[in-house]
């Protein structure tokens, strides 16, 4: 099963990073591949088994099952429902740790998932990395402001 780990740095603090990133509904305010978010059913945002459906800028429609939300480990995990990728059984989780004595936050990003078709050149992962990367890049931007 390929996965992809990106850990790295903002400059915020734990509390404030949480704050946003919790906020399953409203990726669309930081990411800069989603245009639009909002919660299936109107059902509560953060609700462990809601889905959150996407539209991306190309016009795809993504949909994404909360799977675990906690405060205490200030960590989530989502998996694919819907996607335009061809992949199965992808799973994120996103871990936040504080760095002690500063205003920063390390983030965990880990995704696993199959490839639908047999992916040599590593393409599939070179996909998620980008975005996963990308998100990370616009969140510390999103924050800064």
């Known amino acids: 099963m390929p996965s992809v780990h990106h850990n790295a740095l903002v400059n915020s603090d734990a509390t404030q ?12 305010q930081w990411h800069p591949v989603v245009t639009r978010s909002l919660i299936e059913d109107g059902q509560p945002d953060g609700l462990v088994g809601c889905i959150r459906t996407l ?23 989502y998996r694919f429902e ?3 990728l061809p992949v199965d059984d992808y ?20 995704a696993c998932f199959d490839n639908q078709e ?22 510390q931007a999103y924050l800064d402001r």
């Open 17 to 28: 990073v949480w704050s946003v990133i919790k906020q399953f509904a409203n990726i669309s």
């Open 55 to 77: 539209t991306l800028q190309d016009g795809a429609i993504l949909r994404e099952r909360l799977l675990a939300m906690d405060d205490s480990q200030l960590s989530f995990s």
């Open 82 to 84: 819907e996607a335009p």
């Open 91 to 110: 799973v994120m989780t996103v871990k936040l740790i504080p760095v002690s004595g500063q205003d920063k936050t390390l983030i965990q990003w880990s």
């Open 118 to 139: 047999p992916d040599p050149q590593g393409l599939q992962l070179d996909i998620i990395r980008g975005l996963i990367v990308s998100g990370h890049d616009s969140l």
